[in-house]
């Protein structure tokens, strides 16, 4: 940000520039911004327009308060509000200015269970099945047939033991250490399966997860929005034809034909302003573009990332992403950082 006038710029000071009623309303905004204590002066200012009075009450600073209360007692309660001393103002200054806000030294803008092995065994070989009713031992008969009783039942045990024994060397537990170790496999890569899709490959499922993990780009921050209505035109020149810009996507350009200022060293012609994704540059050379349309004062030109006002003071050109930017009038310019 520059401080006080540049060179070909009006001899006059901030403070007697802060005080002057013929000072443009742009200018006293860019006071306000750029030196605090010449805020009492522009609040007592007649041309200071009426939001730049109100940004000023809502700093709460003693001395500009006393500004605005002088100011109040001056001019009194007026009972035609369009005779007001800040109509005239308001409706000399553009409508679709931007209202920006102060910053930075400028003015405001798996299965359960047990396993199989673990189940309950099957009886002995040597026990007899539990829901076989017990042979209860015949009664001593007093008769000679007793003794071949007791043989036939204990060949009936014996091949109920031997018929037990089968189903558990083939089935029981003594055969079943290979069927668990199988059932185990079968459920792991079941379970495998159910966490990867039908015929998704496990690599090409894990690239996926890191891509869907991966966070979006956010779109770049606007420090400085464009104007409300702003047209988008890549070329335009002021009514009076003395200024000439072009807005591209990396840079904005304005040259000026007729200027009071020093030009820049060794030039000669056209004295060109310059804003990017870095600070402004003041160079020397024309800016020319096809197709050139006229920005009428009070209008405002914008591609989504610069920006320009025109107005009967000058032109105000800036980038949106950064807030940096120039003002350029025939008799003065200001680089905005």
């Not at 001393?85 to 910053?103: I, K, L, N």
């Amino acid at each position: 940000m520059t401080d006080g006038p540049h060179h070909g710029q009006s001899p006059t000071g901030p403070a007697a520039r802060a005080a002057d009623p013929h000072t443009p309303q742009v200018q006293l905004q860019m006071l306000a911004g750029d030196h605090p204590e010449l805020r009492p002066l522009i609040a007592q200012n007649p041309n200071t327009y009426p939001e730049l009075l109100q940004w000023l009450a809502e700093l709460h600073d003693p001395a500009v308060d006393a500004a605005l209360a002088r100011r109040a007692s001056k001019t009194g309660p007026r009972a035609d509000p369009g005779t007001d001393e800040f109509s005239a103002v308001r409706d000399e200054r553009p409508q679709d200015y931007p209202q920006s806000q102060p910053g930075h030294g400028y003015y405001p803008a798996a299965p359960t269970g047990p396993a199989p092995w673990e189940s309950n065994p099957g009886p002995a070989p040597w026990e007899a099945p539990a829901n076989q009713a017990p042979y209860a031992e015949p009664e001593p008969r007093r008769r000679r047939g007793g003794t071949c009783a007791i043989i036939f039942l204990i060949l009936l045990v014996a091949a109920a033991a031997v018929v037990a024994a089968y189903f558990l060397i083939f089935n029981g537990v003594f055969s079943g250490d290979d069927e668990p170790t199988e059932e185990t496999s079968i459920s792991q890569d079941q379970n495998q399966q159910d966490q990867n899709e039908p015929g998704e490959d496990p690599d090409e499922a894990g690239a996926q997860g890191t891509e869907s993990d991966a966070p979006e780009e956010d779109d770049a921050e606007i420090v400085r929005p464009s104007p409300e209505g702003a047209q988008d035109i890549p070329a335009f020149t002021a009514p009076s034809g003395n200024i000439n810009c072009t807005i591209g996507e990396d840079e904005l350009e304005c040259s000026i034909l007729d200027y009071g200022f020093d030009a820049p060293q060794d030039c000669d012609g056209p004295a060109r302003f310059s804003v990017g994704s870095e600070d402004p540059q003041l160079g020397c050379g024309s800016t020319e573009g096809e197709n050139s349309a006229t920005l009428q004062y009070g209008q405002s030109a914008s591609n989504g990332r610069f920006a320009c006002v025109s107005s009967e003071s000058g032109f105000e050109c800036w980038n949106t992403e950064t807030g940096n930017g120039f003002f350029m009038a025939r008799e003065s310019y200001q680089l905005q950082n």
